[in-house]
């Protein structure tokens, strides 16, 4: 194997385990969230924020898509 060939698939390792460390931190982080929503009884809270937020982003998703067609 080549030294370039070398030199690329250690620096893809490299990558790819930092990606995986990034992803395992925020795994703990999504668990402690959810652990305090669970903690705190706010589960029905927040799925409803979550369905007004994607309301509110489908609406302003189609109110760009309308003033790109008008522009």
Not at 25 to 41: K, P, T, Y
Not at 51 to 61: F, G, I, M, P, W
Request: hydrophobic share 40%; aromatic share 4%; proline share 0%.
């Amino acid at each position: 194997m080549s030294n370039d060939t070398t030199t690329l698939l250690t620096n893809l390792a490299l990558e790819l385990n930092s990606a995986l460390r990034r992803v395992k931190s925020l795994q703990a982080q999504i668990s402690e969230i959810n652990h305090f929503i669970d903690e705190n009884g706010l589960r029905n809270d927040f799925l409803s924020l979550a369905r007004s937020n994607q309301c509110l982003e489908l609406l302003d998703n189609t109110l760009n898509f309308k003033r790109k067609i008008n522009a």
